[in-house]
């Protein structure tokens, strides 16, 4: 099937894209929205500008939106875009990487039911620590770039996500019920390499922003790099 793929650079949709491929589905762009809201229910925020280099390093073309603020009126953006990708990429479905938020899979299935599209959710409804631990065996490379959780203090910013990162976020699942892949908010992620990319992203430049609860590593400077 011909597919948009619903893109912000961390691990849940570029996993859904690797799947998907594996699957047998073909690409026809990667779709990034950029949302003015501080703390969207819709969309991934922190680093989204690095989207351009992602789609670059997997040789993918990208397709980039700009919402308005508002629940319902930064839907409206993804909705003129993928209509426009239906009529002149001959789309067929949407792929994302929703996992738990019953929130963002509802408003995705909406938009496909009135563009008459078909919505791809490959990891819809699996478990969040198997699947961390699938991500690492399929040789991904994560870095944590947000945390807003009880329990994820500064120390995981910048952090990659490994055997033992996995082993604390269930740790902590089961001291504060957080959703260990961070399908709550908890955390954001950014894919520095996996078998999708021609070439790895290289941070050079990042900034910590900490306020006490909740915090985001900002990056100001990468670079692609040979495999």
């Not at 996992?99 to 969040?128: F, M, T």
Request: aromatic share 6%.
């Amino acid at each position: 099937m011909r597919l948009a793929c619903l893109f912000s650079g961390g691990k849940d949709s570029t996993f859904a894209l690797f799947k998907a491929l594996g699957e047998g589905h073909s690409i026809a762009a990667l779709v990034s929205i950029k949302s003015p809201a501080s703390d969207s229910f819709m969309y991934h925020l922190p680093n989204i500008h690095l989207t351009e280099r992602a789609a670059a390093a997997m040789e993918l073309p990208l397709v980039v939106g700009e919402a308005e603020n508002g629940k319902e009126a930064e839907l409206w953006i993804l909705k003129e875009l993928l209509g426009e990708l239906k009529e002149k990429q001959k789309i067929e479905g949407v792929l994302t990487g929703a996992i738990a938020s019953n929130y963002q899979k509802k408003r995705v299935d909406l938009i496909c039911s009135k563009l008459g599209l078909q919505h791809i959710a490959p990891l819809w409804h699996r478990e969040q620590a198997a699947l961390l631990l699938e991500m690492l065996r399929s040789k991904f490379s994560i870095m944590v770039t947000a945390v807003a959780a009880l329990g994820l203090d500064e120390k995981w910013l910048g952090r990659m996500i490994d055997e033992k990162a996995v082993q604390g976020l269930v740790e902590l699942q089961k001291k504060f019920s957080i959703n260990p892949a961070g399908e709550g908010g908890e955390l954001e992620t950014l894919v520095l390499d996996c078998p999708l990319f021609k070439k790895k992203i290289q941070v050079l430049e990042s900034e910590k922003r900490w306020d006490g609860v909740r915090g985001e590593l900002v990056i100001k400077k990468v670079e692609l790099m040979g495999k």
